[in-house]
């Protein structure tokens, strides 16, 4: 599986953006997908998570209320739409795809990254103050 990230950009804080993970190379329904960023001089952390059918989402703490997870998969694509940005969201963001025909439910595997087995190039999100 094939994974593109797009969307990034600069933006105000208070602003929204929107990012796409088109995937590609696999049967897209089969993997639960999620987003992950990394700040500078900082590990890779969890933002949000969908399962196959995007019934069931999961958010980092520190994005809920303000990001939501999508998943079109007739599109084959995941969206993580952003709002109320602050600054504090200024980092890479990666689209990561789980292995095909795994599914679990809970959060706790959705944070693991290492439950995932497909990872996006990333793309920069910059807040400005």
């Known amino acids: 599986v094939q994974l593109q990230a797009s969307g990034g950009g600069l933006v105000q804080a208070g602003g929204s953006l929107r990012l796409s993970c088109a995937a590609s190379?696999?049967?897209?329904?089969?993997?639960?997908m999620g987003w992950f960023r990394q700040a500078p001089g900082k590990e890779r952390e969890f933002v949000a998570g969908i399962n196959w059918g995007g019934v069931s989402r999961y958010y980092a703490d520190s994005v809920k209320g303000r990001f939501t997870i999508s998943r079109d998969n007739n599109k084959n694509t995941v969206i993580l739409q952003m709002n109320s940005l602050i600054p504090e969201d200024t980092a890479v963001y990666y689209c990561?795809?789980?292995?095909?025909?795994?599914?679990?439910?809970?959060?706790?595997?959705?944070?693991?990254?290492?439950?995932?087995?497909?990872w996006g190039q990333g793309t920069l999100v910059t807040v400005s103050s």
């Open positions: 190379g696999g049967t897209f329904i089969n993997h639960v």
């Open positions: 990561a795809a789980g292995p095909a025909g795994t599914s679990y439910s809970g959060s706790s595997y959705y944070k693991d990254q290492r439950k995932y087995a497909y």
